[in-house]
């Protein structure tokens, strides 16, 4: 690597104006005060190599700046800063990056290009613009304020309309829109993540610091920041400031041609998700709890008799033995069944997966001191410590003693990870148990003062509590992903969590918002929140469905807030887990018992017959990076209005679908411009310049939520609703049987790839997966093809039935073709292959196929 060292002609002029370079400087082009005559002069240091970087050094600053791509830079400030890889958190999941294709220094400018961007030294600050489709100034990113213990940024806005992303935060405010643009996005506490209690909701607060700033049309471009330290951005006027409490810290600006590659570009940098069990897309039942095998089994058998689909069951710290509060003997940190309530837990848990139904429990960080994994822990230092080593003082937690006084694991050891795992969690996963669920990460109680393993950090390794407070609950995941690997390396990671980081839906997490309150406005602030947690990387963020806290609803009102709710979240969550607070075993969760019943169950099949579409998603989401259920201008940027909009949203790129959150029967759902085909009564077709379409909720005294498919749909489906997705243990490949693909052709190719594995193991990662590619066109005489090209490397084979369904928006179809043969006439209500009229279009009964078999489809008008 080759450094040169720049204080020549241009450099002088550049600073002599009174900049001060890493301190001082605002931002939109102001200059601070001029600097003391005993400031040494800045330098700025270049080193070539495939990722070029800058430095910038001057009073015991520097700034680092590395082309990590031909659409991505770093930017690093520290006191010391050696040329190479940059620091990178744990968040970050690739070490390594390729560099730009093609990029130019320009010494006398302090000016570094490639094809897609360009940064250049401007008065102190650097102006990073983007180059495609035409040179604009996405900002200026100055040096406010540089201290021993802070650092304060200043980003200009250049023409911003919208911020996006930014983290969880359930804020009350019908409609509110998920943009941060005019407000302050700060820390939920001093230390960043926790709980928050308002009148909606006692709920969580994460940070995830990416940012994606939209201008007019398609300009755009984000930014990552990577620090786990709690962070404070102000955006209410026209230069924003970002405040750090580190003095160190990275971050990453980035662009792309619209919101998709953005979020594309920010996952390669923390990581897609892994795909979730199979199982994981069905209806999970949960509640603060179940006593005993008996009372789950009551639950389990009134689902069933009535018809309900039922995937799996999550418990809570009853299956331990519950809390003794403000006691050191109390269960929490035992993980062991209480086999008094639940015996014979192992051939429980396999009578379960024989009938479809799969196990979670639930876990917390939180030891009782008087138990002998405390001793065995604090002995090791693998709790939250009171004091250096080697001393072996574990903190005694006892200033909110509701689930008893104890310790807490310091998941920032790997070492308490993997003994946590080893001692406990090995056998509940021998037993059958499918998922963990880790409750209380933010995490909820700590003590501010105690000692942990800590962390790596530009250089040191500190060790606070303020230093690993926002990392805790990443680590834990981390842990139990590393772990489950080491012991069991075939099994899917898969973990409900509260809390976390950017980063954590690498490791299988699919978080919730909190112990939200039965109220329209939690679930409207669902809404929000979950547009934001979207572009945040997280695809699987639900809510407990219904509410947790009942706050004194009932009657009328909680039967019409629940119906609703579980509309919503049967086309939004995964998992779809309905959750109270039922304590007093006086209040139900199951949709079977609450609400309209038969709303209920029309919704929860509906999203059973939806699982090839959903699944196939997961699988774009993981390999791809594709957002699984984003807002409305993931897809439609270019439309102000869209921006806005949080009861509209998007499955996918060829669902739409309106979010019954609030009290009317009818609802606003918002078309973007384009055509669009009413899911459930498919002859209707609406042609939008993007407006709201008045949507009727109630049809036939059921409730349901609008859906619309978009033009050039190729949704798979199954054609009815299954019990289950299949016994949680059985390895052999889940094939969709019954399959319904319905299809809008539109004049452009539009494509969909069905993807099918076993639903169990990590095989999907070596490629053991059958994936189908769909493709539907209409030609310019009116004439519709589709085909179908199977790619299976699962190594088994099989026949399903399969029904095609195409939505012609009134075309009419006089002959269809299947490999250039003539498709007879059939009778709707028959049962026979062949073709006939249906609502919206005409239907293919193709009959028995084989998985393998190649599809070439005609329609001639």
């Not at 962070?231 to 810290?249: E, Q």
């Not at 940027?637 to 739409?656: E, H, N, Y």
């Not at 959150?661 to 973007?672: C, K, Q, R």
């Not at 399959?739 to 190719?749: D, E, F, M, N």
Request: proline share 6%.
């Amino acid at each position: 690597m080759r450094s040169e060292t720049m204080q020549a002609r241009g450099w002088a002029a550049l600073i002599s104006a009174g900049s001060l370079l890493l301190a001082g400087c605002g931002g939109g082009g102001a200059s601070a005060a001029t600097p003391a005559p005993t400031t040494p002069p800045a330098e700025v240091s270049y080193f070539e190599s495939a990722t070029p970087q800058v430095r910038l050094s001057q009073a015991g600053h520097q700034v680092m700046l590395t082309l990590l791509r031909g659409d991505m830079l770093h930017v690093a400030y520290s006191a010391q800063i050696e040329p190479g890889t940059p620091f990178l958190s744990p968040m970050i999941a690739p070490r390594n990056f390729s560099g730009p294709a093609s990029y130019a220094w320009d010494a006398d400018a302090k000016r570094l290009t490639t094809d897609e961007l360009m940064v250049e030294l401007d008065q102190g600050c650097w102006r990073v613009s983007a180059r495609q489709p035409e040179q604009r100034v996405l900002t200026r990113l100055c040096v406010q304020d540089w201290q021993t213990e802070r650092l304060r940024l200043t980003l200009s806005g250049e023409g911003a309309t919208e911020v996006l992303g930014l983290g969880e935060r359930l804020v009350s405010g019908a409609g509110r829109s998920p943009s941060w643009l005019g407000t302050q996005r700060v820390p939920a506490s001093r230390y960043g993540n926790a709980m928050t209690y308002s009148d909606i909701s006692a709920s969580g607060d994460m940070q995830v610091p990416v940012a994606y700033v939209l201008g007019e049309g398609r300009r755009n471009w984000g930014l990552f920041v990577d620090s786990a330290y709690p962070l404070s951005f102000d955006l209410r006027a026209a230069n924003w400031t970002l405040d750090s409490p580190s003095p160190s810290l990275g971050l990453f600006v980035f662009t792309g041609a619209d919101l998709p590659d953005l979020r594309r570009d920010y996952v390669s940098l923390t990581g897609t998700p892994p795909v979730p069990p199979l199982k994981a897309f069905g209806l999970w039942i949960s509640e603060y709890g179940y006593d005993n095998w008996a009372e789950l089994d009551d639950k389990l058998a009134t689902l069933h008799g009535k018809g309900f689909p039922v995937d799996g069951a999550v418990l809570d710290l009853q299956w331990f033995g519950g809390i003794n509060s403000g006691s050191q003997t109390t269960s929490m940190g035992k993980l062991s069944w209480a086999t008094g309530k639940f015996p014979d837990p192992a051939a429980k848990l396999a009578g379960y997966a024989a009938n479809g139904v799969g196990t979670v429990l639930i876990e917390e960080s939180y030891i009782g001191a008087a138990l002998s994994e405390f001793r065995a822990l604090a002995d090791q230092r693998h709790l939250a410590m009171d004091c250096a080593p080697p001393c072996t003082e574990a903190t005694v937690l006892s200033s909110n003693p509701w689930w008893g006084i104890g310790g807490m694991i310091d998941w920032s050891n790997p070492g308490a990870g993997s003994w946590w795992h080893d001692a406990k969690r090995v056998a509940l996963i021998n037993d059958g148990v499918l998922g963990h669920w880790t409750d209380l990460g933010e995490p909820e109680m700590f003590s501010p003062s105690s000692q942990y393993f800590g962390i790596d950090w530009y250089g040191a390794h500190p060790t606070r509590h303020a230093d690993v407070h926002n990392l805790l609950n990443f680590f834990w995941s981390r842990s139990i992903a590393a772990d489950t690997a080491r012991t069991h390396p075939e099994r899917r990671p898969w973990i409900l969590s509260r809390s976390g980081a950017a980063g954590s839906q690498r490791f299988g997490v699919a978080t919730w918002s909190g112990d939200v309150q039965s109220s329209f406005a939690a679930l409207g602030a669902q809404m929000t929140a979950q547009a934001n947690m979207s572009l945040s990387g997280f695809d699987y963020y639900g809510s407990d469905v219904g509410g947790f806290d009942r706050a004194g609803m009932g009657g009328a009102p909680l039967s019409k807030l629940y119906t609703r709710w579980f509309a919503t979240s049967a086309l939004l969550d995964v998992p779809l887990r309905p959750h109270v607070q039922n304590l007093c075993n006086c209040t139900e969760t199951a949709p079977d018992r609450i609400g309209d019943a038969a709303s209920n169950l029309a919704a929860l099949k509906l999203r059973y017959r939806l699982v090839p579409y959903l699944y196939s998603l997961a699988h774009a989401a993981h390999d791809q990076g594709d957002a699984m259920f984003p807002p409305l201008a993931y897809y439609f940027q270019q439309d102000k209005a869209a921006r806005s909009v949080v009861t509209t949203k998007m499955i996918g790129p060829w669902l739409l679908f309106g979010a019954p959150s609030g009290t009317d029967a009818t609802m606003g759902v918002y078309l973007p411009a384009g055509a669009w085909t009413d899911f459930y009564a498919p002859a209707r077709r609406i042609d939008s310049q993007g407006a709201l379409s008045q949507e009727n909720l109630l049809v036939a005294d059921q409730l349901r939520a609008p859906i619309f498919l978009r033009e050039g749909a190729i949704v798979p489906m199954l054609r009815d609703a299954p019990a289950h997705l299949g016994d949680p243990r059985d390895r052999a490949i889940h094939w969709f049987d019954d399959l319904l693909v319905r299809i809008v052709p539109a004049a452009t190719v539009s494509r969909f790839t069905l993807v099918e594995d076993d639903g169990v193991t990590r095989g999907y990662e070596a490629g053991q997966v059958a994936r189908t590619a769909l493709t539907a066109q209409r030609g310019g005489a009116g004439e519709v093809r589709f085909t179908l090209q199977p790619d299976n490397r699962s190594g088994a084979t099989a026949k399903r039935k399969l029904t095609l369904e195409f939505l012609l928006g009134g075309a009419g179809v006089r002959e269809v073709r299947v490999g250039g043969a003539v498709l007879p006439a059939a009778d709707a209500a028959g049962s026979t292959v062949g073709w006939y009229a249906s609502e919206g279009g005409v239907t293919l009964r193709l009959g028995e196929r084989s998985v393998d078999e190649a599809l070439d489809v005609t329609l001639l008008p």
